[in-house]
């Protein structure tokens, strides 16, 4: 449950064995110093972990943020494949629902920080915001900055056929993707899905994403959250085998007024700070644990906090897991803890 950074938004390690990725193809040259595509034919019989047994297994969690945002484009295929070489336990992504009624994983209501062109998500269907160059305002010096020189913007084109894609990849992972497409490629990977869409919208979608987790075998190897309860409360109706995460309004009364969270959340996440209010603290992290809910933390402040030291920060505090827009240097954290 994230909300994006002004600025500025990687790569190594540490997986899980039983989220280890499809077999990939050759390492790649110029624009990225490691770039492996997920294979185009995924082996069915690797099997996601559960969303218990990953609370359970001891670990910090490494869960990509958008595939790892700050050194890739967001909610490329790009992304994911580089976060799981980079030793991603999860992939956290935020959903929306196309005109047509398509699932996709795109943060924003339109295309305008991330594309091409501005296209409003709801109103389009999934073959036009497919076409969209959705690495075109991407750069690793600072995303979403919109005034650096052309060259900054390192996948620019490749979307479109101008520029060459790198080694190993096509132009098709820097599109606009479905979740029915990340499963397909990552079948061993976990999912951590924030419904984006609040109020009616969001409930809507709700049931849209409980009727396709059902119909990809994902019920158990996924997490949903979303920043309004009623959207939860929606989705868990829908789909109550699915673990979940609460909203700001449960969370405020578990935090502020003691109120018992449901039994179907299982895990809290959590950024540092929430407005003015501190979230993440020795006393809340004892709220979580005698409330039996594991604490994800997601960084909202990627000048700050999206590098290795607040990392392992995190993991000394005691978190459980963390979703980090640089999943390399979040492995090394979690490896030096």
Same mark, same amino acid.
């Given at each position: 449950m994230t909300t994006e950074p002004a600025t500025g938004e990687s790569v190594a390690s540490t997986t899980m064995e039983s989220t280890q990725a499809p077999a990939v193809t050759a390492a790649a040259t110029t624009t990225s110093p490691t770039t492996l595509a997920p294979s185009p034919t995924p082996t069915p019989e690797l099997q996601p972990p559960t969303i218990t047994e990953l609370i359970e297994s001891g670990k910090v969690l490494n869960i990509a943020h958008a $595939?790892?945002?700050?050194? &890739?484009?967001?909610?490329?295929?790009?992304?994911?494949?580089? /976060?799981? =070489?980079? $030793?991603?336990?999860? =992939?956290?992504?935020?959903?929306r629902v196309t005109a047509d009624g398509e699932i996709v994983v795109h943060h924003d209501a339109d295309t305008t920080k991330t594309a091409n062109a501005t296209l409003v998500v709801a109103d389009t269907d999934l073959t036009a915001l497919q076409a969209l160059d959705n690495a075109y305002w991407f750069s690793p010096e600072c995303w979403p900055c919109r005034d650096l020189p052309d060259e900054s913007y390192v996948f620019r084109g490749v979307r479109t056929g101008d520029a060459p894609p790198p080694d190993g990849f096509t132009p098709d992972h820097f599109r606009i993707i479905t979740l029915a497409e990340l499963d397909e490629a990552f079948p061993a990977m976990p999912f951590d899905i924030e419904i984006k869409p609040e109020g009616a919208a969001g409930i809507a979608a709700a049931q849209v994403l409980a009727d396709e987790l059902d119909r990809l075998d994902r019920l158990d190897s996924t997490i949903v959250v979303s920043f309004d309860s009623?959207? *939860?409360? /929606?989705?868990?109706? /829908? /789909?109550?085998?699915?673990?979940? &995460?609460? $909203? !700001?309004?449960?969370m405020a009364a578990?935090?502020?007024?003691?109120?018992?969270?449901?039994?179907?959340?299982? *895990?809290?996440? !959590?950024?540092?700070?929430?407005?003015?209010? !501190? !979230? =993440? &603290?020795p006393e809340m992290l004892q709220l979580a644990a005698e409330s039996g809910v594991a604490v994800w933390v997601w960084p909202n402040d990627a000048s700050t906090q999206e590098n290795q030291a607040f990392y392992e920060s995190l993991v000394a505090m005691g978190v459980t897991g963390i979703l980090a827009g640089r999943p390399a240097q979040a492995s090394a954290a979690i490896a030096a803890g």
């Open positions: $595939g790892g945002d700050q050194d &890739s484009p967001h909610s490329t295929m790009y992304a994911f494949a580089q /976060a799981v =070489l980079a $030793g991603a336990d999860m =992939l956290e992504m935020d959903i009623s959207v *939860v409360a /929606a989705f868990h109706e /829908a /789909a109550p085998d699915v673990a979940t &995460s609460p $909203g !700001v309004d449960e578990w935090l502020l007024a003691g109120t018992p969270l449901p039994d179907h959340h299982d *895990v809290v996440q !959590v950024p540092p700070m929430f407005d003015d209010i !501190v !979230v =993440l &603290s």
